[in-house]
């Protein structure tokens, strides 16, 4: 039987993100596993005629990134060629996203939908120098008098379109919002374009769905970025019935189809965990156990690269738009709210719990998008109470985002063994912006790594991309610096962690969300051969520096998916 290595590194700072995160100098890799974690003596005899030995000439190998929440499908469409870029800095004003839609129209035959995606009022002239100027059809007419378009905002949140689109979708001052979502209207009350959380399904239910090609090349995109930025896991948060109405379908059930088929035909090049949506951005308990009872969570032919791990349930809004709910009012009022089903907070509450009830005694995993922090203590408690009344070991449980956890929060987090998983680039991205809307203390205490780290709850970070690139390198310099993207303040030193706390929130912490710490995550002997290595010592680099250390090499279950190293 052949011992020989595949895979041989050597010279290097190997961070092995084992208990003691300790670092060794060589690393082996045998059919796709590990064999080897050491000094040269411990490789040297693994190398055999076929070995590939990689000298790292001091360069640093990680475990694989493990982006723990992204969008893989909306992330590609939301990409060129297959979607116009309006996000900063391609665009600084809303002149300039004008412009960008006026090159659109001169391409595209008339009546064809033009969409596009990033646009970020933080990042828009006119909108910071003037906070109640918000984007609007207007702004867009004069440009696309003839071609509906429609404008995704970076988070997701938020859809700007123009007159034509409202005049197809038949939105008019009449038009009444879908529970959980609005249509911002001017004085006159009349829609301005814009369509906040729920409503825009308006718009997705009148867009052509994606097809089986457009969804299979937007998850083959973004696969080719993923690779290249030395990701080899992440978790797709929400695919299923709930995301037929978002970005065109891009997280509707269908997509599930198109990942198998990738994994079948051996294009699957990161490991993917899927949540289910069996619901969108509202609805009630009832219809969320009855879309729950239909939904498809049966194992799949490779749960190594293709897994359903639990579902997804809405709970809240967020910050910009003030749909976020909080205990301490907004700036200029309005505490939010939950987006679920009730007319009154009480029912509200209710019902979440319902819903969280009903997933966690089916034998799911929950993770729940939550960002506000009365939001935050009602899906802890509900986590908490489901357990009570169906106790199952090892659930797994986790907020998603969570930016404004409390003591409260991270106590029941913590004690249950449940999770958050958070967002160092939406930090770096919106730090400044949300002062106006939340004040400079509670702004800076945004995304708190360090309590909740410290209070013992684990915690895994993602991009949630398309909300922003999905780097992980930003992330951790955010992380450990704190410094806002527009200005470079730091926000919220309080909340700084150290390096190696940072990478364990991508490596060892998310494939514990994952239920998959025991095989991935590190690099130990007998865990998969998912790799990265990064030019430069990450350990002794500047933070500042880490966003531009190239990615040279992936590998992903033994398998080399991206390469620029030279032997």
Same mark, same amino acid.
């Given at each position: 039987?052949?011992?020989?290595?595949?895979?041989?590194?050597?010279?290097?700072?190997?961070?092995?993100?084992?208990?003691? =995160?300790?670092?060794?100098?060589?690393?082996?890799?045998?059919?796709?596993?590990?064999?080897?974690?050491? !000094?040269?003596?411990?490789?040297?005899?693994?190398?055999?005629?076929?070995?590939?030995?990689?000298?790292?000439?001091?360069?640093?190998?990680?475990?694989?990134?493990?982006?723990? #929440?992204?969008?893989?499908?909306? =992330?590609? +469409?939301?990409?060129?060629?297959?979607?116009?870029?309006?996000? #900063?800095?391609?665009?600084?004003?809303?002149?300039?996203?004008?412009?960008?839609?006026?090159?659109?129209?001169?391409?595209?035959?008339?009546?064809?939908?033009?969409?596009?995606?990033?646009?970020?009022?933080?990042?828009?002239?006119?909108?910071?120098?003037?906070?109640?100027?918000?984007?609007?059809?207007?702004?867009?007419?004069?440009?696309?008098?003839?071609?509906?378009?429609?404008?995704?905002?970076?988070?997701?949140?938020?859809?700007?379109?123009?007159?034509?689109?409202?005049?197809?979708?038949?939105?008019?001052? #009449?038009?009444?919002?879908? %529970?959980?979502?609005?249509?911002?209207?001017?004085?006159?009350?009349?829609?301005?374009?814009?369509?906040?959380?729920?409503?825009?399904?308006?718009?997705?239910?009148?867009?052509?769905?994606?097809?089986?090609?457009?969804?299979?090349?937007?998850?083959?995109?973004?696969?080719?970025?993923?690779?290249?930025?030395?990701?080899?896991?992440?978790?797709?948060?929400?695919?299923?019935?709930?995301?037929?109405?978002? +970005?065109?379908?891009?997280?509707?059930?269908?997509?599930?189809?198109?990942? $198998?088929?990738?994994? &079948?035909?051996?294009?699957?090049?990161?490991?993917?965990?899927?949540?289910?949506?069996?619901?969108?951005?509202?609805?009630?308990?009832?219809?969320?156990?009855?879309?729950?009872?239909?939904?498809? !969570?049966? !194992?799949?032919?490779?749960? /190594?690269?293709?897994?359903?791990?639990?579902?997804?349930?809405?709970?809240?809004?967020?910050?910009?738009?003030?749909?976020?709910? +909080?205990?301490?009012?907004?700036?200029?009022?309005?505490?939010?709210?939950?987006? *679920?089903?009730?007319?009154?907070?009480?029912?509200?509450?209710?019902?979440?719990?319902?819903?969280?009830?009903?997933?966690?005694? &089916?034998?799911?995993?929950?993770? *729940?998008?939550?960002?506000? @922090?009365?939001?935050?203590?009602?899906?802890?408690?509900?986590?908490?109470?489901?357990?009570?009344?169906?106790?199952?070991? @090892?659930? /797994?449980?986790?907020?998603?985002?969570?930016?404004?956890?409390?003591?409260?929060?991270?106590?029941?987090?913590?004690?249950?063994?449940?999770?958050?998983?958070?967002?160092?680039?939406?930090?770096?991205?919106?730090?400044?912006?949300?002062?106006?809307?939340?004040?400079?203390?509670?702004?800076?205490?945004?995304? %708190?790594?360090? @309590?909740?780290?410290?209070?013992?709850?684990? *915690?895994?970070?993602?991009?949630?991309?398309?909300?922003?690139?999905?780097?992980?390198?930003?992330?951790?310099?955010?992380? *450990?610096?704190?410094?806002?993207?527009?200005?470079?303040?730091?926000?919220?030193?309080?909340? $700084?962690?150290?390096?190696?706390?940072?990478?364990?929130?991508?490596?060892?912490?998310?494939?514990?969300?994952?239920? &998959?710490?025991?095989?991935?995550?590190?690099?130990?002997?007998?865990?998969?051969?998912?790799?990265?290595?990064?030019?430069?010592?990450?350990?002794?680099?500047?933070?500042?520096?880490? %966003?531009?250390?190239?990615?040279?090499?992936?590998?992903?279950?033994?398998?080399?998916?991206?390469?620029?190293?030279?032997?």
């Amino acid at each position: 039987m052949d011992t020989h290595a595949d895979l041989v590194f050597l010279g290097g700072r190997v961070v092995t993100v084992d208990a003691e =995160f300790s670092v060794a100098s060589a690393l082996a890799v045998t059919g796709g596993i590990i064999s080897a974690v050491g !000094g040269r003596d411990d490789v040297a005899p693994l190398v055999g005629p076929d070995t590939r030995v990689i000298d790292l000439r001091g360069a640093t190998l990680l475990p694989g990134i493990n982006d723990s #929440h992204l969008h893989a499908c909306a =992330f590609g +469409m939301a990409t060129p060629p297959l979607s116009l870029d309006v996000g #900063h800095p391609t665009v600084s004003s809303l002149a300039d996203v004008a412009e960008t839609v006026r090159e659109a129209v001169e391409r595209v035959p008339a009546g064809q939908w033009i969409t596009g995606h990033g646009w970020d009022t933080g990042y828009l002239d006119e909108c910071l120098a003037d906070p109640s100027r918000l984007p609007s059809r207007h702004d867009l007419d004069v440009m696309s008098p003839d071609h509906p378009v429609v404008l995704y905002s970076f988070s997701g949140h938020a859809t700007w379109i123009n007159s034509k689109a409202l005049e197809l979708i038949g939105i008019d001052r #009449h038009t009444v919002a879908p %529970p959980g979502g609005a249509i911002v209207a001017d004085e006159s009350g009349e829609p301005t374009g814009l369509l906040h959380e729920g409503a825009q399904a308006l718009v997705q239910n009148a867009l052509p769905p994606l097809s089986r090609q457009e969804r299979t090349d937007a998850v083959r995109s973004a696969l080719a970025t993923l690779a290249r930025l030395g990701v080899t896991s992440y978790t797709e948060p929400g695919l299923g019935p709930g995301g037929d109405g978002i +970005m065109r379908g891009a997280l509707g059930a269908e997509t599930l189809d198109v990942y $198998r088929r990738l994994l &079948a035909d051996g294009e699957l090049t990161a490991r993917v965990g899927v949540l289910l949506l069996p619901t969108g951005m509202a609805s009630t308990s009832e219809e969320f156990a009855r879309a729950l009872a239909e939904t498809d !969570g049966t !194992g799949e032919a490779d749960p /190594r690269r293709l897994a359903i791990h639990g579902v997804k349930i809405f709970a809240d809004g967020i910050v910009p738009n003030k749909t976020a709910w +909080m205990h301490e009012p907004y700036v200029g009022g309005g505490c939010g709210s939950l987006c *679920v089903g009730g007319g009154t907070d009480g029912e509200r509450i209710t019902e979440i719990h319902n819903m969280i009830r009903h997933a966690h005694a &089916a034998g799911h995993q929950l993770g *729940v998008h939550v960002t506000g @922090d009365r939001a935050i203590d009602t899906v802890a408690d509900a986590f908490a109470a489901a357990v009570s009344e169906h106790p199952r070991p @090892d659930a /797994r449980h986790y907020v998603i985002h969570g930016d404004f956890l409390t003591a409260h929060s991270m106590k029941v987090l913590a004690a249950h063994g449940f999770g958050v998983n958070m967002n160092p680039t939406i930090k770096w991205t919106v730090a400044d912006m949300e002062e106006e809307f939340v004040g400079a203390e509670r702004a800076a205490y945004a995304w %708190p790594y360090r @309590d909740a780290i410290d209070a013992g709850v684990r *915690v895994a970070s993602g991009s949630d991309a398309p909300v922003t690139y999905p780097d992980w390198r930003q992330g951790v310099a955010t992380m *450990v610096l704190r410094e806002s993207k527009a200005a470079g303040r730091v926000s919220g030193p309080e909340q $700084r962690i150290a390096l190696a706390e940072a990478i364990r929130t991508y490596t060892i912490g998310a494939a514990w969300q994952d239920f &998959a710490d025991d095989w991935k995550g590190s690099l130990e002997p007998g865990k998969a051969a998912d790799l990265c290595v990064l030019d430069g010592d990450l350990l002794t680099a500047d933070p500042h520096d880490i %966003p531009e250390m190239p990615v040279v090499l992936t590998v992903m279950d033994g398998q080399i998916v991206h390469d620029t190293l030279r032997d």
